[in-house]
């Protein structure tokens, strides 16, 4: 069974910062992309950031300039590092990750269980 832990949520003050972490574990045979996405009481969810297994990486705008995306492909980890972070940037934020587990037949899409950030004024 593969799952996605994630954890590194919290409250901070407005301008403060926080690192988020995502592991994959489980029978994976690869990973492909990994992704964040967070979602704010009464919004949609959102997509924060991403990274291909190459190291490509894309942004919402929202976020350029402040959180930084990275993976570990050998811990099957990702991160989020948010920095200057601001109310706006509360949520729940949620890891997603594009893999293969051993004996499947299709890359499937996974999510973890989220992680709350809250950010105060």
């Known amino acids: 069974q593969v799952q996605l832990v994630e954890s590194g949520g919290g409250l901070v003050q407005a301008g403060g910062s926080l690192r988020l972490s995502c592991a994959a574990s489980?029978?994976?045979?690869?990973?492909?992309?990994m992704r964040w996405f967070r979602q704010a009481p009464g919004k949609q969810r959102e997509l924060v950031a991403a990274?291909?297994?190459?190291?490509?990486?894309n942004y919402a705008d929202s976020v350029k300039g402040r959180f930084t995306i990275s993976r570990d492909n050998s811990e099957k980890t990702v991160y989020l590092q948010m920095n200057s972070l601001k109310p706006d940037d509360t949520a729940v934020y949620y890891c997603?990750?594009?893999?293969?587990?051993?004996?499947?037949?299709?890359?499937?899409?996974?999510w973890g269980q989220g992680t709350q950030v809250t950010v105060s004024s």
């Open positions: 997603n990750a594009r893999l293969l587990a051993i004996g499947g037949f299709d890359w499937t899409e996974n």
């Open positions: 990274i291909s297994t190459g190291g490509s990486v």
């Open positions: 489980g029978s994976i045979v690869s990973i492909s992309y």
